[in-house]
C-alpha cells in the first residue's frame, strides 16, 4: 500500500514532530543536515549557528526538508517533504517572539542563535505499508 497524503495530513505530521533532515547545496556539494523545527503557520522555523552548513548556505537558497516515521515490525510509514526557498528571521521582535512561543530547542550543543524560516511552496508526503495478511506472508 502507498499512499498520498493531503496538505493538511502532511502540515499536521511536521507540526508533531520536532527533528528532521534539511537537504541543501554547499560549493563543495550537497549535504543533508538534521535539524530541530518547529511549525509556524505555514513554515518551518529552524534555529542554527550563523556558521553552520545550514546558517552559511541555508538561507536565501531553495531547499529541502523531510521528516518521517516508520516501523519496522508493521513495515509501514509515512514521509513528508517540504520545500522552498529558505531565509533568516532578521526582526529582533520577531526573533523574541518565536524564541518565546516557538523556539525549535536545538539538540545539538553550542550556540545557536541564528533563526531561519522555510516558507514551503511545496509539500508532499506519502504512507507506506503492507497489510498484515502481507506481513505474515513475508519471508
Known amino acids: ?5 493531503r496538505y493538511r495530513e502532511c502540515r499536521d ?5 520536532t527533528v528532521g533532515r ?17 511549525v509556524v503557520d505555514d513554515a518551518l522555523i ?3 549557528s550563523p556558521y553552520s552548513q545550514l546558517g552559511t548556505y541555508g538561507w536565501s537558497a531553495r531547499i529541502a526538508y523531510e521528516v518521517d516515521s516508520y516501523d519496522e515490525a508493521t513495515r509501514s510509514g509515512w514521509s513528508v517533504i517540504a520545500v522552498g526557498t529558505c531565509e ?3 526582526d529582533l ?3 523574541r517572539f518565536l ?3 516557538h523556539d525549535p530547542d536545538p539538540w545539538a550543543t553550542g550556540a ?3 533563526y531561519l524560516r522555510l516558507r514551503w511552496d511545496e509539500l508532499t508526503g506519502r504512507r507506506i505499508g503492507v497489510t498484515r495478511t502481507d506481513v505474515r506472508s513475508v519471508g
Request: net charge neutral.
Open 1 to 5: 500500500m502507498d499512499t498520498e497524503l
Open 13 to 17: 505530521l511536521l507540526a508533531a514532530t
Open 22 to 38: 534539511c537537504a541543501l547545496s554547499t560549493p563543495q556539494g550537497p549535504v543533508i543536515v538534521p535539524v530541530n523545527h518547529t
Open 46 to 48: 529552524l534555529r542554527t
Open 88 to 90: 533568516r528571521v532578521e
Open 93 to 95: 521582535a520577531e526573533a
Open 99 to 101: 524564541r518565546t512561543f
Open 112 to 114: 545557536r542563535t541564528l
